[in-house]
């Protein structure tokens, strides 16, 4: 029977690289998002089917996990967004958007997931460096990512007796539109590095708790 994964944030940029893969792989996967994704996630017949959903309202998470109607095998909290600049100059509106999206959203998905995982199935959250040190000019970004770090690790343990695993992969920048307005020119990491990472996990029988991902780095469990 084939497996089933969820992708959240999969109109574009990593997250449409990891819907991709895991249909390569043999996944049908369910995207969540806003805007419709790009036409080659519907090229193959009965691999892919998107929901409209605006993961930051709990009321839609909700009804997209009602249409899913199915036990989960993967899940994939990708979604997110991303503000550079001093915090001062930060408004509202912007502290709120990224609190609700890649803090309240995640849990929200998490917590619908739950409901319907199959045990020894796996969740996987799209962190940042950010979520582990504390950057300059994302303080905002950085404390919503800071505080999935530790939602993480503790849905990790309350999930363990179930066979359930949760791996939070932590990457440097990378070259998806959602990092544009970063002013660092380093060498950016490619989403399908990402991907590979991820499909190196899923056929692993390791727990790879946390993933520390730099264009030159090891993985570090």
């Known amino acids: 029977m084939r497996k089933v994964a969820v992708v959240t944030g999969c109109s574009y940029g990593l997250g449409f690289h990891i819907a991709d ?36 309202q709990a009321d839609e998470v909700k009804v997209a996990f009602e249409k899913i109607g199915t036990p989960i095998d993967v899940l994939v909290n990708n979604a997110g967004v991303f503000e550079y600049g001093p915090f001062f100059k930060q408004s509202t509106k912007t502290i709120d958007k990224i609190i609700d999206l890649n803090v309240k959203g995640t849990m929200y998905v998490t917590r619908e997931a739950m409901k319907t995982i199959n045990n020894g199935a796996d969740i996987f959250f799209i962190n940042s460096v950010a979520g582990l040190y504390e950057p300059e000019w994302e303080a905002i970004y950085s404390a919503s990512k800071h505080a999935i770090t530790a939602f ?70």
Not at 154 to 167: A, K, N, P, S
Not at 171 to 190: A, C, F, S, V, Y
Not at 192 to 200: F, G, N, S
């Open 21 to 56: 893969r895991l249909i390569d792989e043999g996944y049908f996967v369910y995207g969540l998002s806003r805007s419709q994704p790009p036409m080659k996630l519907f090229s193959a017949p009965d691999t892919f089917y998107w929901i409209e959903c605006d993961i930051s």
């Open 152 to 221: 993480a690790g503790i849905i990790g343990r309350e999930l363990r007796f179930d066979g359930i695993r949760v791996t939070s992969i932590h990457p440097g920048g990378m070259n998806t539109p959602m990092q544009r307005n970063n002013p660092i020119k380093n060498r950016l990491l490619e989403p399908t590095e990402i991907c590979d990472i991820i499909v190196q996990v899923l056929k692993s029988k390791a727990v790879y708790k946390t993933i520390k991902l730099f264009p030159e780095s090891e993985w570090h469990q």
